[in-house]
């Protein structure tokens, strides 16, 4: 079953804009992983964020974490036409099951 | 570096025919994961070995699927017979050694066998 659920499911933006994406979970979590998934290719990491920390940055990409209402958001900044892909959610569960569980993804399209 | 290598990268079969995937994960990884991915959907895990050892198999359908990774490297994953809805992305990935009891940050995946199933 999906932990995590993606909102929005598609979203169209303009070369240059921000795109925001979120993720909400049901169970408690040690951390929390963003990834991209460009058409007919494998998942590539882009950040994690533990359950201890709020925010975190890696270049155009900012992570927030809300554990109180189990979510998260991934906001991509100036974003470029290059962006376009799906990105999932990913939750390792506090539980004694070591597995990542994938939500059902944003697909993003940033038109040039 | 190399990366994670799936193949093959496409596969169209006939319903109850057996099918079989191969990866190869990157040097050094121990942990290996096969996950399914139904389109429009997240990947879902089905089962995930550290070295020679499925540690983790509850969501591997074992009636019709069965994997296995000799030597701690390579793994196969197998359907017999397969069914329609099988049809979908099967992902391999792999992962460093973590720390005893924590799962490693960061998998590493290939770019999956598109499975068919007429």
């Known amino acids: 079953s999906q932990q995590g659920e993606e909102d929005p499911q598609a979203l169209s933006i303009q070369e240059g804009e921000n795109a925001t994406m979120n993720c909400s979970y049901k169970?408690?979590?040690?951390?929390l992983q963003w990834y991209r998934q460009n058409s007919g290719r494998g998942l590539v990491h882009l950040i994690l964020?533990?359950?201890?920390?709020r925010e975190k940055h890696s270049g155009r990409l900012r992570v927030t974490l809300d554990t109180s209402k189990k979510s998260s958001s991934l906001l991509i900044t100036a974003s470029r036409a290059a962006d376009t892909a799906s990105y999932f959610c990913?939750?390792?569960?506090?539980?004694?099951?070591?597995?990542?569980?994938f939500g059902s993804g944003t697909r993003l399209q940033v038109q040039p | 570096e190399a990366g994670v290598v799936q193949s093959p990268r496409y596969k169209i079969i006939e319903k109850k025919q057996p099918v079989a995937f191969w990866c190869n994960p990157i040097?050094?990884?121990?942990?290996l994961y096969w996950y399914r991915q139904n389109l429009g959907q997240g990947p879902e895990l089905l089962i995930r070995?550290?070295?020679?050892?499925?540690?983790?198999d509850s969501q591997l359908p074992k009636d019709r699927f069965s994997a296995e990774r000799l030597k701690g490297v390579d793994s196969t994953l197998k359907i017999q017979p397969a069914e329609l809805g099988d049809s979908a992305v099967y992902l391999c990935?792999?992962?460093?050694?973590?720390?005893?009891?924590?799962?490693?940050?960061?998998?590493?995946f290939g770019p999956g066998t598109r499975l068919t199933v007429l």
């Open positions: 964020i533990r359950s201890n920390e």
């Open positions: 070995y550290e070295n020679e050892e499925a540690v983790d």
């Open positions: 040097s050094g990884h121990n942990t």
């Open positions: 169970t408690s979590i040690n951390n």
């Open positions: 990935a792999s992962s460093s050694q973590g720390l005893a009891g924590v799962l490693p940050d960061t998998q590493y």
């Open positions: 990913a939750t390792d569960k506090n539980t004694g099951r070591r597995a990542l569980t």
